[in-house]
């Protein structure tokens, strides 16, 4: 069961500021105005009151009143009551409102009620939403950057669930093209040069030494099968090569904790289908931009035509009619929306595609229109829905060194060997510490210290499992979870709860924005006001059973609170530590 409970606090609070406006323009007070757009936000600082709406500055000009003149004529409006104990109106013109502490403890039941769902809302309600990342060639290992995409993109997916979206999870395999065709070759040579043939990476062919071992373990266990290097034993031995490193990317992403509901294999754009009379995906799109002028022929190639037309990046078909990786992205997300019939789609890409983004949103806009135009789309959604997350680059230091290759191999450090090194809940919660569009450096000294005054997991974990602890020796006071939430009245009760409540509205910002990144600060927030209340307040007291169990009831509920952040992180919740 979802909660929208701090969704409609605030909205309740708008409601009671529209109210107050209009009341205000009733007695006189305002002079009448056309419906107003009335912003209720949390302020910046506490001491400021739990919400804040700046409609008065707005409005100011418009009724030719000093904003603080008008801020007071709608405080004036406002009464005060069950949900809202005080309003106050500070320059330059903004209306400060309290929640009644009452209302406030009275929350703590409603945690308690949805332990498995505190802070999901229904802002999605039940759109269909797909999350496209990772989505590295399967050419080599997953490097520590792909690492932080995968956590942008599976947190991301996770959100967006908790908001009230149905969500998909999607890897695009690029299992065709250029570099396909090039691992296969590097893969040829490396085998041949197991069994003692002379044989020469190609051209632009992959270096590493992963090449080396995986052509010895293709050998090991299939012997000189493909030795023959005609053209089927190249493209078997090319497929046995490319389904290897696959399972070695599943399993890097398991280890981190990533799975998917669907792997897409690019070549399944070029396939034939029943559902499109035959046709690919890919011909059909290509079609659709054709018959919707969004194509242009020169020098022997199709071009996208748009603003950029003469961009050679802008090429869709080259001349000796090989579709470009453009052409392939445009048949996948006409797939995504035309086909599939997503309303949102969020690929999740590094910083490098920044350059791809403007033209895949116009392609894709233009594809899709032309499909829903000749009736082939019915109502699908339109490609407007496509957005894109950028993601900088992650630096690897140990202390305040740089690291740059791993030890072992003496090349780029894998994802996976960062995650064996640090663990998979500190690689989550490291990853996600920064904004995407930042770059960030990742402290390997700082990520395997234990001490939770040091490395921030343990100290959000160790929170977790303190709330775990109390409960338990409660019980074994015979003391549980229970009693009046009235009588928690000090300071560091009401912060602990007032923290709490602000999740719901935190899924609501994240799904919005895309910044799933603000899931660690809040963390370590409500961490640290677990912390202050547990060392402020006894909960524990044989002496004062009623208060304890209130106490507890307050215990249990930032334990929920605590589980379902880190969940929404995909880091674990222990009770123990």
Not at 543 to 551: G, I
């Amino acid at each position: 069961m979802r909660t929208a409970m701090a969704q409609l606090v605030r909205d309740d609070v708008r409601a009671a500021i529209a109210a107050a406006l209009d009341d205000a323009q009733a007695r006189g007070a305002l002079p009448r105005l056309p419906g107003a757009e009335i912003a209720v936000e949390r302020p910046q600082k506490p001491e400021h009151g739990d919400y804040a709406s700046s409609v008065a500055l707005r409005l100011a000009g418009t009724v030719k009143r000093r904003p603080l003149d008008v801020a007071q004529a709608i405080a004036d409006s406002l009464p005060t009551g069950a949900l809202i104990a005080a309003v106050e109106v500070a320059p330059p013109g903004f209306i400060n409102l309290r929640l009644a502490p009452d209302w406030k403890r009275a929350q703590v039941d409603a945690v308690l009620a949805a332990p498995d769902s505190w802070g999901a809302i229904d802002l999605g309600a039940g759109q269909r939403v797909q999350v496209e990342f990772v989505s590295a060639n399967p050419t080599g290992p997953l490097q520590v950057g792909n690492g932080r995409g995968a956590v942008l993109g599976d947190v991301l997916a996770g959100v967006l669930d908790a908001a009230g979206y149905e969500v998909e999870r999607e890897y695009y395999v690029n299992d065709a093209g250029a570099q396909v065709r090039i691992f296969g070759e590097t893969l040829a040579a490396r085998y041949a040069q197991h069994f003692g043939h002379a044989a020469e990476v190609p051209a632009g062919g992959y270096q590493g030494r992963y090449m080396v071992e995986l052509a010895e373990a293709i050998a090991a266990e299939r012997g000189e099968e493909f030795l023959s290097l005609d053209g089927p034993a190249r493209d078997a031995l090319g497929a046995e090569g490319l389904r290897r490193m696959l399972d070695q990317i599943r399993g890097d992403l398991a280890l981190l904790g990533v799975e998917f509901d669907v792997w897409f294999s690019e070549a399944s754009l070029l396939a034939p289908r029943d559902t499109l009379d035959g046709r690919s995906a890919y011909e059909s799109a290509m079609t659709y931009l054709r018959d919707g002028g969004h194509v242009v022929e020169k020098e022997g190639a199709v071009w996208f035509a748009s603003s950029a037309r003469d961009d050679k990046d802008n090429v869709i078909v080259r001349s000796s009619g090989e579709p470009t990786y453009f052409a392939t992205d445009i048949a996948y997300h006409f797939d995504k929306f035309a086909l599939r019939g997503f309303d949102r789609v969020i690929d999740v890409w590094g910083a490098d595609h920044q350059g791809h983004v403007a033209r895949t949103k116009a392609a894709t806009a233009a594809v899709t229109a032309a499909a829903r135009e000749d009736g082939d789309a019915g109502d699908r959604p339109s490609g407007d829905g496509l957005e894109m997350l950028l993601y900088q680059l992650v630096h690897l230091r140990r202390g305040d060194e740089r690291v740059r290759m791993s030890k072992r191999t003496g090349e780029l450090v894998t994802l996976r060997e960062l995650v064996e090194e640090v663990g998979r809940d500190v690689t989550r919660y490291f990853m996600l510490q920064r904004s995407a569009d930042a770059q960030m450096d990742f402290d390997l000294e700082l990520a395997t210290s234990q001490d939770p005054k040091q490395n921030p997991v343990s100290y959000v974990q160790y929170a977790h499992a303190r709330c775990a602890s109390i409960l338990r020796n409660g019980a074994k006071e015979g003391l549980q979870p229970g009693g009046d939430v009235q009588a928690l009245t000090s300071p560091s009760e009401l912060a602990l709860i007032d923290a709490m409540l602000r999740l719901p509205e935190l899924v609501e910002m994240m799904a919005t924005k895309l910044e799933p990144h603000h899931l660690t600060g809040y963390a370590l927030e409500l961490a640290q006001d677990f912390t202050q209340f547990y060392g402020a307040c006894r909960v524990v007291n044989a002496e004062e059973p009623d208060l304890s169990r209130a106490r507890l009831k307050l215990t249990r509920a930032a334990q929920i609170a605590l589980a379902r952040t880190l969940g929404l992180m995909g880091v674990r919740a222990p009770d123990e530590m």
